[in-house]
């Protein structure tokens, strides 16, 4: 690694170990990475990998915050390891550990089948209101209709905001923010008829009343998502659900 | 994941803990204002503000009447869902026991004051 070598600065780099055929338990293990103002966390662990320790797990992808697969809690806060720059740790020491809430399948390796099976459920795609033929053209939207859900399209599925979530970590079954902003994008689009539906995702025992307005879940993403935004807006539509639907004649009450 | 098919009753005392939230942000101050400084000390208001007669005769009528029974009854089920709530990020977690605990503890003390503002008269 050339890049790293003649400038002299080394950071003291703690990782959280878990390997399941060998650990009892977790435990933290330390490195001594060289590294330049440039290089960010994920660079970090790839250093390690390559040069001290070809042992350690961890996902990632794009390096670019665009992929969402390498968030871990670094000095205990959920964040994107290709986000975060070594530099930026003064003291000459960082903590990397798997994002909390979840649980480690390798060392940084978290399992998301929660999170996956969660997303299946609101059914993440657009299921048109009217269905057009191709001879009809696209289905069209003006700047105004777009601008209601886009914030909420760039969820990256990076999970940052369920480690950040107290409630998700009290009770795995709620479905958490990043879900509420993804099913939030949908219900808000203009050209989708399925919000009847993922309405009852949001309104059951385990939708948006599990949250007790944190915001740290905002707070953390690196999108700018706002996935607090969504669970809130959701909270008035599900409770105007819940008591319009005692005045209905008849409905899919449940 | 079976909560999920299940339908929240949360609504409703969500909408009463909202209620109660936003009736506590605008009155609550100066409440406390009126019955716990104003009034003992004689600043701005007379001291008879809060006298006998007068807080009867507003408990009497019916405008009175309606703002004590919101106030009292709102701000005591927002308490209770805000102490609910907070007890399970201590860790308490809300059982059924628990729950009936608090809603019913709102709801006593709303009955409560909806017999009394009833038993003073009109
Ligand atoms: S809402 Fe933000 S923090 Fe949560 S998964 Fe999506 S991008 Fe990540
Ligand atoms: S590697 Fe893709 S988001 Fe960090």
């Known amino acids: 690694m050339a890049e790293t070598s003649g400038n002299g600065k080394v950071i003291r780099v703690e990782v959280l170990r878990y390997r399941p055929e060998q650990d009892e ?45 390498c968030g871990m ?30 649980p480690i399948e390798r060392d940084l390796v978290i399992r998301m089948d929660d999170f996956l099976a969660k ?16 001879a009809q053209g696209e289905y069209l939207q003006t700047p105004a209709q777009l601008d209601v ?38 219900n808000a689009d203009s050209r989708d008829g399925a919000a ?26 690196p ?32 | 994941m079976k909560p999920i098919n299940r339908r929240s009753n ?22 406390v204002f009126i019955t716990g400084i104003a009034v003992p000390l004689v600043l701005i208001l007379p001291a008879d503000a809060m006298s006998w007669p007068r807080m009867q005769a507003f408990a009497q009528h019916w405008a009175g009447k309606g703002l004590l029974f919101v106030v009292v009854a709102l701000f005591m089920w927002h308490a209770m869902h805000r102490i ?12 059924t026991a628990l729950k009936f605990a608090c809603y019913g503890l709102a709801l006593l003390v709303t009955m409560t004051a909806a017999w009394i503002l009833v038993a003073v008269g009109f």
């Not at chain 1, 960010?40 to 697969?69: E, H, N, P």
């Not at chain 1, 539906?197 to 007790?212: D, K, L, P, Q, Y």
């Open chain 1, 223 to 254: 999108k700018h998502v706002d996935p607090a935004n969504a669970v809130n807006q959701n909270k008035t539509r599900a409770a105007g659900d819940y008591f319009l639907r005692l005045v209905r004649p008849k409905g899919g009450a449940k």
């Open chain 1, 196 to 221: 009847v539906e993922r309405m009852e995702i949001a309104g059951s025992e385990a939708g948006v009343f599990n949250c007790t307005a944190v915001g740290y879940c905002s707070e953390v993403c």
């Open chain 2, 10 to 31: 949360a609504p409703v005392f969500w909408g009463l803990f909202g209620a109660g939230g936003m009736l506590a942000a605008l009155f609550g101050p100066v409440l």
């Open chain 1, 119 to 134: 997303l299946e459920r609101i059914k993440p795609y657009i299921i048109p209101k009217e269905e057009r033929t191709l």
């Open chain 1, 73 to 102: 809690m670094i000095d205990g806060e959920p964040r994107l390891a290709c986000k975060t720059f070594l530099r930026d740790f003064p003291a000459g020491t960082v903590r990397v550990e798997a994002l909390a809430h979840f």
């Open chain 1, 149 to 186: 859900y886009e914030q909420f399209s760039s969820c990256i599925n990076c999970l940052l905001c369920y480690a950040a979530c107290p409630q998700y970590g009290l009770n795995p079954d709620f479905v958490g923010p990043g879900i509420m902003a993804l099913l939030h994008r949908y």
């Open chain 1, 25 to 69: 338990e977790p435990f933290l293990q330390g490195y001594d990475v060289p590294f330049t103002d440039d290089m960010s966390v994920l660079q970090g662990l790839q250093y390690i990998k390559d040069w001290l320790d070809g042992t350690l797990s961890f996902r990632w992808s794009c390096r670019m915050a665009i992929c969402g697969s």
């Open chain 2, 84 to 95: 609910l709530h907070s007890l399970h990020d201590l860790g308490v977690h809300a059982g």
